[in-house]
Nanobody, 121 residues
Framework: QVQLEESGGGLVQPGGSLRLSCSASGRGFSRKDMDWYRQAPGSQREKVASVTSGGNVIYADAVKGRFTISRDNIRNTMYLQMNSLKPADTAVYYC???????????????WGQGTQVTVSS
């Protein structure tokens, strides 16, 4: 069973920085691809960044050059360093991964509870 817990959100002024953390429990963290999503009020949840088990990273166009995703497989933790924050980055940020218990089994999505990021002066 995978459990994810985000932390690090808060209120920051435009141009500021925050670092989000996602702590994962359960086995096999190093073998899991991990993602950060966000959901603003009235909007659909969108993927912000991904890091594969091999360390490859992908970013949404809206955050390229400003956000950095990373992982620490010793601490079972994923991070999202967010710089040059804009009011448009205001959202609840979620940690996500998927598991597949058996070959014939469907993918199971796992989500954290989310952490609020508010960018405002």
């Amino acid at each position: 069973q995978v459990q994810l817990e985000e932390s690090g959100g808060g209120l920051v002024q435009p141009g500021g920085s925050l670092r989000l953390s996602c702590s994962a429990s359960g086995r096999g963290f190093s073998r899991k691809d991990m993602d950060w999503y966000r959901q603003a009020p009235g909007s659909q949840r969108e993927k912000v960044a991904s890091v594969t088990s091999g360390g490859n990273v992908i970013y949404a166009d809206a955050v390229k050059g400003r956000f950095t995703i990373s992982r620490d497989n010793i601490r079972n933790t994923m991070y999202l360093q967010m710089n040059s924050l804009k009011p448009a980055d205001t959202a609840v940020y979620y940690c996500h991964t998927s598991t597949k218990p058996c070959i014939e089994c469907p993918l199971i999505d796992h989500w954290g509870q989310g952490t609020q990021v508010t960018v405002s002066s």
